[in-house]
Nanobody, 125 residues
Framework: QLVESGGGLVQAGGSLRLSCAAS????????MGWFRQTPGKEREFVAA????????DYADSVKGRFTISRDNAKNTVYLQMNSLKPEDTAVYYC????????????????????WGQGTQVTVSS
């Protein structure tokens, strides 16, 4: 089970840190991703992180502003969001997929096995 937190209302240029807490003992074997969705649009890839944490991937729209990280001791993945823009407004979801290689990550939502319920991020102009 994945549970997101940390969403809210922030002014443009501000920052938020999203957290995604995972239950279970195998979190360290899961590659993780963050996605976002706005009404009427498909779920959009934001960032991904390998099991080891050594490999990351970001959507062009957030590169240089967002940082994905994980703390396996706390079973938690984070998304630090800086320099937020109104177009970042969305429901943000974390997702996990079982990976035995340690280095895999993907932008494809269909590859992920588990999803959180989402947390709303609203950026005002």
């Amino acid at each position: 089970q994945l549970v997101e937190s940390g969403g809210g209302l922030v002014q443009a240029g501000g920052s938020l840190r999203l957290s995604c807490a995972a239950s279970g003992r195998s979190f360290s074997r899961y590659a993780m991703g963050w996605f976002r969705q706005t009404p009427g649009k498909e779920r959009e890839f934001v960032a991904a992180l390998s099991v080891s944490g050594g490999s990351t991937d970001y959507a062009d729209s957030v590169k240089g502003r967002f940082t994905i990280s994980r703390d396996n001791a706390k079973n938690t993945v984070y998304l630090q969001m800086n320099s937020l823009k109104p177009e970042d407004t969305a429901v943000y979801y974390c997702a996990g997929l079982r990976d035995y290689s340690g280095s895999y990550y993907t932008r494809a939502p269909a590859a992920y096995d588990y999803w959180g319920q989402g947390t709303q991020v609203t950026v005002s102009s």
